[in-house]
């Protein structure tokens, strides 16, 4: 199985700030890779798909970069509704992995 | 609109069985694949399994080999899931997500909302 690392665990941050959050593959992905949003008590909602596509009604502050085995999220000016864990999955192959989660917080 | 209603919370004993439905409208049901995700208390995702819906294909996690099945109805547009002889470690939120879309490489792009599954003697 290909394994999948974020970091960082946690994130405080400020409204306004810019943050970043970084995913690992163990072997390339390609470009198979999704951002997913969680809020306590919800479904994941998906965020960004093959790497950097974004998904419809997704805020164009939010962007995904990456190929191969490294890949970023970024919030370029967080906002009150982006408090909330970010989950980063492959799916170049089955079985799907995600990374363990990272949760952005109030500072 | 796409949306996935999943039946309600689930109470059951080790060692029983327990079937989760997944109820899909606002769209052309055979076209696309459904997974099934699963959320531990306070843990991250885990992928169960996947199933296309036009020919009945599936692919399991290979920790729930033998104890997971899934299987849809094309007449009510309903996905199904079942796992078999439940441990304490299968208590979780199961969730069924539609593919995003119909033809390459499956993300999950619509989500059920979920059902808790709690499994205790």
């Known amino acids: 199985d290909i394994q999948m690392t974020q970091s960082p665990s946690t994130l405080s941050a400020s409204v306004g700030d810019r943050v970043t959050i970084t995913c690992r593959a163990s072997?390339?992905?390609?470009?198979?890779l999704a951002w997913y949003q969680q809020k306590p008590g919800k479904a994941p909602k998906l965020l960004v798909y093959k790497a950097s596509s974004l998904e419809s009604g997704v805020p164009s502050r939010v962007s995904g970069s990456g190929s191969g085995t490294d890949f970023t999220l970024t919030i370029s000016s967080l906002q009150p509704d982006d408090f909330a864990t970010y989950y980063c999955?492959?799916?170049?192959?089955?079985?799907?992995?995600f990374g363990q989660g990272t949760k952005v917080e109030f500072k | 609109q796409v949306q996935l209603v999943q039946s309600g919370a689930e109470m059951t004993k080790p060692g029983a069985s327990v079937r989760v439905s997944c109820k899909a409208s606002?769209?052309?049901?055979?076209?696309?694949?459904i997974s099934w995700l699963r959320q531990a208390p306070g843990q991250g995702l885990e992928w169960v399994g996947w199933?296309?819906?036009?020919?009945?294909?599936?692919n399991y996690a290979q920790k729930l080999q033998g104890r997971v099945s899934m299987t849809t109805d094309t007449s009510t547009n309903t996905a199904y899931m079942e796992l078999r002889s439940l441990t304490s470690d299968d208590t979780a939120i199961y969730y069924c997500?539609?593919?995003?879309?119909?033809?390459?490489?499956?993300?999950?792009?619509?989500w059920g909302q979920g059902t808790l599954v709690t499994v205790s003697s």
């Open positions: 997500a539609r593919h995003l879309t119909s033809l390459g490489r499956g993300v999950a792009g619509y």
């Open positions: 999955q492959q799916y170049n192959s089955y079985p799907w992995t």
């Open positions: 199933i296309s819906v036009n020919n009945g294909n599936t």
């Open positions: 606002g769209y052309t049901f055979t076209n696309y694949d």
């Open positions: 072997q390339s992905v390609s470009s198979w």
